[in-house]
């Protein structure tokens, strides 16, 4: 959010999921890529990766990249306001698929 003055500029975020492609990798089940809208700036966002997770749960993780030392870090780093929402969205088009 852009401040103006006193009070916080407010945008609309919409997601729209524009693919869920499944894969095969150890924890890894499924691949997809989103449009993320903010105010009418449109982002598209791939390799978000959805995880399998003990005992029996699904965790949905932003595109991961390796740093100069070949550790994973994430590739975008969003607010929670736009992160939760994306996670809902793709693991409402897992259950559709």
Do not use: C, W
């Not at 994430?74 to 088009?93: H, S």
């Amino acid at each position: 959010m852009a401040e103006t003055g006193d009070q916080p500029e407010k945008s609309t975020v919409n997601i729209t999921v524009l693919s869920v492609t499944p894969a095969r990798g150890g924890r890894l089940f499924a691949l997809a890529s989103v449009e993320i809208d903010i105010g009418g700036v449109v982002i598209v966002l791939h390799g978000i990766r959805a995880l399998r997770v003990e005992p029996a749960g699904t965790r949905i993780e932003l595109p991961k990249i390796r740093n100069a030392a070949g550790l994973l870090r994430p590739a975008v780093t969003l607010p929670p306001e736009v992160y939760g929402p994306i996670g809902d969205a793709v693991l409402d088009a897992l259950m559709r698929a």
